[in-house]
């Protein structure tokens, strides 16, 4: 996780955090869901690749809620990695 993240999320309200935490499980399992052959991709309100930047994506933890990250190599063959590069509202996105 980089710094911009880390101070995004410290500015999130609790109420916020929340959210983003309740909708990172969802992420977490589909991608564990993706990793065992059950599901090809996320679902497409989850995530989605930034067109202005696309090495970047985003991950929609609310209605006006976003992280944008990236695939990094995996620590761990076979499994998913991710670098989280920002988070906040909509704002944030490139």
Known sequence: MLPAFRAGFARLTPAQKYLFHKM?????????EIERGDR????PGL????RSRPELW??????DGRATFAWDTAV???KHHIVWH?????DILP
């Open 86 to 90: 920002r988070i906040g509202t909509h």
């Open 47 to 50: 995530v989605k690749k930034l």
């Open 58 to 63: 985003e991950f929609r933890w609310a209605h």
């Open 24 to 32: 990172l499980r969802k992420l977490i399992t589909e991608l564990l």
């Open 76 to 78: 761990r063959p076979g």
């Open 40 to 43: 090809v991709h996320p679902s």
